[in-house]
């Protein structure tokens, strides 16, 4: 197995009004390729931060990140653009839709962007995704037009269209009802399947139990790991009480 992620005493220092914030501490972690990881923490912990930091979203104080064997800390726009165009998929809490385009276009857009396949492909793939995630109906609304739980769907299904190598989601389910939530924990847990890796971010302990691994977070540091293996079809509730037990134990 490769790392695929790996970050070397990685830190963020926020400064505003000349008071400097260190939400990131010397972090060091890595997740393997084909790894489920979820982080956990209290709000303002630097959850958010540290998926900015990984997936190249945002720039680092110190310290480096390695993705897919390469450091995108020292990288030059143009070529993270493209890393992360072909390899890497996101859900996160701002969702950056574009304004302009139907749900279904947001969808396609990267893949269209991306250029290695036929458009009629692309097309075909995202209405087997929406169709999935239940949001078949909507696909020519525009974003304005459809709920948060959809339109959170919709972003699921824009961050599978070009089967990247690693999904980052934030809270992928935080706008969601529990159905809903079950359609994005199985879309997730099938593209893992097929050997995406995911790094989340989640509140819900339900929703972390489907992962391999999570990581404990308090004020920029990794407090403690909990490892869980890879989901089983029945297992939901029997992880998801380990899981309660030991955010107890780590003082959720
Ligand atoms: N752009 C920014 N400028 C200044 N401070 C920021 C910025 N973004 C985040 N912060 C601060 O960094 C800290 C960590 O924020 P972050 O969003 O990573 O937390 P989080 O763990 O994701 O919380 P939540 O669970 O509420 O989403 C917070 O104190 C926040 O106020
Ligand atoms: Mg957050």
Redesign the pocket.
Known sequence: MSTVIETKDLCKT?I?NKQS?N?LQNVNFSVEEGEFVTVM??????????LYAVSGMDNVTAGSVFFDGEEITSMKDKQLINLRLLKMGFVF?QMYMMKKLSIIDNIILPGFQAKIRPREEIRKDAEDLMRKLGIIDEADREITEVSGGQLQRACLCRALINHPKVIFA??PTGALNSKASGEVMDRLLEANRMGTTILM?T?SERVASISDRIIY?VDGNIQGELHLGKMKDDDLSGRERKVRNWLGEMGW
């Open positions: 926020y505003v914030n939400v923490g209290p709000s303002g912990s630097g959850k958010s931060t540290l809490q934030d809270e971010v509140h977070l």
